[in-house]
């Protein structure tokens, strides 16, 4: 088994093309980032950036068109885990898992939440003996905080935050090394919301997880990410350590979302930068540096060359300007 700081995922040039009726429409371009075990990465983005094909191209939920994500299991081998055949993948896919956005929808309303929850173990271990398959289940449900008695009732006698316990216990119940968060929490209240991001940290520690935790909203992603990956048209634009990222962001998307955090304070006025115009149509991105079109900083230069991903200030940044822009980021002091 991977020690704890030990990069266990590495994506690589991962790209996701959609193709109807001849419009190829890039989703996901030429992503690549590392992750540790341990750590939680968040990707952050409006919506339609990618973040969500991203996160399933990397559980294969759906296929990559290119590029490798190299898995380092728990035995310790290494696998490129987009290339895995049926065979090879059974064992592997219970080590990578998904947490999904939507606790209604994600949660077969006909099946009760013992036979939910128990679901991948009946896939995986078709023999194990239903008494100590409902032993486990029990165990789950006690960690994720849900009221063992109530396993035999449907999804539709919870509320959304105990519907999201019950999807994270599914996730949870094969021991897996990495969980892929996709906006796991953008469904529920803000006060559930903060119980169940508490409730994935604890279960961090105690289960010694890695955390993929694609989110829009900028200050969950801050309160439970090590490392933060900003989005936009389907490009990483800004990769770093997300207290450095927060505070002192250096590409002007970053600036604009981080400009767009409400503070809990109704004396502080933030001054909003507004991003002008509408998020490009993938299927026919601008020319140059794909922010150009609501970009505040943008040049002739950032019109017709397309910024690579390059090392600034201790993270990796696209834009052109990065090294002489200073930006304005989270204010700390405000919170
Ligand atoms: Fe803005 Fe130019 Fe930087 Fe793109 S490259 S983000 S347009 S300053």
């Given at each position: 088994?991977?020690?704890?700081?030990?990069v266990?995922?590495?994506?690589?040039?991962v790209?996701?093309?959609?193709?109807s009726?001849?419009?190829n429409?890039r989703?996901?371009?030429?992503?690549?980032?590392?992750?540790?075990?341990?750590?939680?990465?968040?990707?952050v983005g409006?919506?339609?950036?990618?973040?969500?094909?991203?996160?399933?191209c990397?559980?294969?939920?759906?296929?990559?068109?290119?590029?490798?994500?190299?898995?380092?299991?728990?035995?310790g081998?290494?696998?490129?885990?987009?290339?895995?055949d049926?065979?090879?993948m059974?064992?592997?896919?219970?080590e990578?898992?998904?947490?999904?956005?939507?606790?209604?929808s994600s949660?077969d309303?006909?099946?009760?939440?013992?036979d939910?929850?128990?679901?991948?173990?009946?896939?995986?271990?078709?023999?194990?003996?239903?008494?100590?398959?409902?032993?486990?289940?029990?165990?789950?449900?006690?960690?994720?905080g849900?009221?063992?008695?109530?396993?035999?009732?449907?999804?539709?006698?919870?509320s959304?935050?105990?519907?999201?316990?019950?999807?994270?216990?599914?996730?949870?119940?094969?021991?897996?090394?990495?969980?892929?968060?996709?906006?796991?929490?953008?469904?529920l209240?803000v006060?559930?919301?903060?119980?169940?991001?508490?409730?994935?940290?604890?279960?961090?520690?105690?289960?010694d997880?890695?955390?993929?935790?694609i989110?829009?909203d900028l200050?969950?992603?801050?309160?439970?990410?090590d490392?933060?990956?900003?989005?936009?048209?389907?490009?990483?634009?800004?990769?770093?350590?997300?207290?450095?990222?927060?505070?002192?962001?250096?590409?002007?998307?970053?600036?604009?979302?981080?400009?767009?955090?409400?503070?809990a304070d109704?004396?502080?006025?933030m001054?909003?930068?507004?991003?002008?115009?509408?998020?490009?149509?993938?299927?026919?991105?601008p020319s140059?540096c794909?922010?150009?079109?609501?970009?505040r900083y943008?040049?002739?230069?950032c019109?017709?060359?397309?910024?690579?991903?390059?090392?600034?200030?201790?993270?990796?940044v696209?834009?052109?300007?990065?090294?002489?822009?200073?930006?304005?980021?989270?204010?700390?002091?405000?919170?």
């Amino acid at each position: 088994m991977a020690d704890k700081g030990e990069v266990i995922l590495k994506v690589k040039n991962v790209s996701k093309v959609f193709s109807s009726k001849g419009i190829n429409v890039r989703a996901v371009t030429n992503v690549s980032f590392d992750v540790k075990k341990g750590e939680t990465i968040g990707i952050v983005g409006e919506s339609g950036c990618g973040k969500t094909t991203l996160g399933r191209c990397i559980v294969r939920a759906i296929e990559a068109s290119e590029g490798e994500v190299l898995y380092k299991t728990l035995e310790g081998r290494e696998v490129n885990f987009l290339t895995l055949d049926k065979k090879q993948m059974k064992p592997i896919r219970k080590e990578i898992q998904m947490i999904f956005q939507d606790p209604y929808s994600s949660l077969d309303p006909r099946m009760t939440v013992l036979d939910i929850v128990a679901e991948p173990i009946r896939a995986n271990y078709p023999k194990m003996p239903k008494k100590e398959r409902e032993e486990l289940v029990k165990d789950i449900a006690e960690k994720v905080g849900l009221n063992t008695t109530y396993l035999m009732r449907y999804p539709h006698a919870f509320s959304g935050g105990q519907r999201q316990r019950i999807g994270i216990a599914r996730a949870l119940i094969l021991k897996p090394q990495v969980i892929v968060c996709d906006e796991a929490v953008s469904a529920l209240d803000v006060s559930i919301q903060a119980q169940i991001i508490n409730l994935l940290k604890d279960l961090q520690r105690e289960m010694d997880l890695t955390y993929i935790f694609i989110s829009h909203d900028l200050s969950v992603v801050e309160h439970i990410s090590d490392k933060v990956g900003v989005m936009y048209l389907g490009r990483m634009v800004e990769f770093g350590e997300t207290e450095k990222l927060f505070s002192s962001p250096r590409h002007p998307y970053t600036e604009a979302l981080l400009s767009a955090v409400p503070v809990a304070d109704p004396d502080v006025k933030m001054e909003r930068i507004p991003l002008q115009g509408e998020i490009p149509n993938p299927a026919n991105p601008p020319s140059g540096c794909y922010f150009h079109t609501r970009c505040r900083y943008c040049t002739k230069k950032c019109t017709e060359v397309a910024p690579e991903l390059t090392e600034v200030d201790g993270r990796m940044v696209a834009c052109h300007r990065a090294e002489e822009l200073s930006l304005r980021g989270f204010d700390y002091s405000k919170m």
